[in-house]
């Protein structure tokens, strides 16, 4: 189970990052959240299948034997805390009587606003499937554990993306110099 937390907190440090940038830089971009969400998105995703395709490394040398099947099994512990608070703040927030803080207060839209809040990232996601959709919430986590499951696949195989991609474009690989001697 040690190993299990280990590499979740892999996915969870990299997405705790880039909710703290969407929320550093929500400020400016405000009115176009939906759009800002894609490009930390489009941070997000690669930060987390690089880590695992590299954390397959650090099971190797600290655990000996390794799945393929265990990116998912990361990636599914991540999100989990994160659809519990959001589960949590669904079902606790219609039962508070929050009229001393305002008489006015809208539920619904506090509770709405809540539930944003830990898919800040991905809530473009969101935000295409209508934001009182629970499948849109569920693509949108389901895609971090897909991100880590085919990092850590990748990694298990061998695969390295980056290369790929440059001879796909048609640049030649990076290659490797010699080590420098040590005297």
């Known amino acids: 189970m040690k190993k299990y937390l280990y590499g979740s907190w892999a996915i969870i440090k990299y997405y705790l990052f880039v909710m703290i940038f969407f929320y550093i830089f929500i400020i400016g971009f405000y009115s176009r959240a939906g759009y800002f969400s894609i490009a930390t998105f489009i941070i997000l995703i690669p930060l987390i299948y690089y880590e695992m395709t590299n954390y397959v490394g650090f099971d190797k040398r600290k655990f000996g034997e390794i799945r393929p099947y ?62 009182t959709s629970v499948c849109g919430y569920a ?38 110099g010699p080590k420098p001697r040590r005297y």
Not at 86 to 95: A, G, K
Not at 98 to 126: E, G, N
């Open 139 to 176: 693509t949108a986590w389901f895609t971090i554990i897909l991100s880590a499951f085919l990092g850590y696949f990748s990694g298990y195989k061998g695969f390295d993306l980056g290369v790929f991609i440059r001879r796909l474009v048609g640049l030649q690989p990076k290659k490797r």
């Open 70 to 131: 265990e990116g998912a099994i990361y990636g599914l512990l991540a999100v989990l805390p994160f659809v519990l608070i959001q589960l949590l703040v669904l079902l606790i927030i219609p039962q508070l009587d929050l009229s001393f803080i305002s008489p006015t207060i809208k539920y619904d839209t506090l509770k709405l606003t809540l539930v944003k809040v830990f898919v800040a990232p991905m809530l473009f996601i969101p935000k295409i499937a209508g934001y």
